[in-house]
């Protein structure tokens, strides 16, 4: 089992930054894709970024030019560093891992519990 543990949400004024942070810890396991998503009350669950074992990344249209994503693979630990924030990005914001375990073929996807990002205007 992986264990994925979000931190760093809170509140912050329109044009504020926060850095996010998701620590992987548990299992054997060989961690690929890492991403954010993120909930706001009443709508669907969202991609925000993803970034690869080999640091390839995507962005949603809405956070491009203001969010960036990172990770350190010697600490299994990923970041998302959000600037210029708006009202509309608050929300849950949810880590997500996939891999494998090592000598298994089959893919797993872990998620984190949340961390709260709230934006006032």
């Known amino acids: 089992q992986v264990h994925l543990g979000e931190s760093g949400g809170g509140l912050v004024q329109a044009g504020g930054s926060l850095r996010l942070s998701c620590a992987a810890s548990?299992?054997?396991?060989?961690?690929?894709?890492l991403g954010w998503y993120r909930q706001a009350p009443g709508k669907q669950r969202e991609l925000v970024a993803t970034?690869?074992?080999?640091?390839?990344?995507n962005y949603a249209d809405s956070v491009k030019g203001r969010f960036t994503i990172s990770r350190d693979n010697a600490k299994n630990t990923m970041y998302l560093q959000m600037n210029s924030l708006k009202p509309e990005d608050t929300a849950v914001y949810y880590c997500?891992?996939?891999?494998?375990?090592?000598?298994?073929?089959?893919?797993?996807?872990?998620w984190g519990r949340g961390t709260q990002v709230t934006v006032s205007s």
């Open positions: 997500n891992a996939d891999g494998y375990y090592v000598g298994q073929p089959t893919l797993y996807i872990y």
């Open positions: 548990g299992s054997i396991f060989i961690i690929g894709t």
């Open positions: 970034i690869t074992s080999g640091g390839n990344t």
